[in-house]
């Protein structure tokens, strides 16, 4: 497959890195399984278990709190700062931002960061670690695509070459010891809800309720949403902007995506700060970086300009 893509593998020096950089090990592969199926089951406990006993105000509190700081740390942190460059911040912020990413429980940074600038690199084409297309279009095939687009390809062992995809990243310290530390983070976002629901309620069950909804069930609706992202918005939707991909907006995702489901701009302008920039598309991750910048945590943000966005819609029309 390598060699397919990037070219005669006895002859590396003289082209691009490999695309892949070997396979999962099997303790990396388990924490993938048990990382994905855990939350699932709890989501699927949910219904019941919330039948009148189960759910208080607290526990919805706590959930929209870390769904949004782990939300906001895939969308504007994983995703437009590291991968994209969308904008710079403070060395404290940038560190508090990898952290936030990373108790999304979605991969250590460097893993995340490699995986989606391969995506971009490949989109919808061979390569592409996560495309709904690779398969057809005929309804099986479409089916088929769109299971591996949203969770199926995270249980296959291949790894992308962090060393093509991601080389600023492993050459920075910082990043590095975060990166190193996700079992540690993966820990406190399921420990800290628990202990915050405790210590408001005073009570052991005040805690299991929170580590329930706000620790097991938060991640997997987090989950599902940024991998709808993924599957969703590359099958079905709108297409203003030229793109050479089939990335689409999908607007019942924008909320609860905190505006990566405006998806098609994204991909005809992978640096934008805005995603949703449009009348009435709301991008809350754009607002936050606003409001990072106004608080001067975050610089040199590259936010769309009128011309700019004229040349991606002629270049589709």
Known sequence: MTATLDGPAAKPAKGPKPILDGKRSAGVQFSVYFGVVAPLVALA????????????WIDVGLFVFFYAFTGLGITVSFHRYFTHGSFKAKPWMRVLLAIAGSMAVQGPLITWVADHRRHHAFSDKEGDPHSPWLFGTSPVALAKGFWHAHMGWLFERDVSNVERFAPDLIKDPAMRRVDKLFPVWTLATFVLPAVLGGLITWSWWGALTAFFWAGLVRVCVLHHVTWSVNSICHMIGERPFGARDRSANFWPLAIFSFGESWHNLHHADPTSARHGVKR??????????WIFEKLGWAYNVRWPTPTRLQK????EH
């Open 312 to 315: 991606l819609t002629v270049a």
């Open 45 to 56: 406990a949910a219904v019941p278990f919330a039948w009148g006993w189960g759910l208080t």
């Open 280 to 289: 009435g598309q709301i991008d809350i991750s754009a607002r936050t970086i």
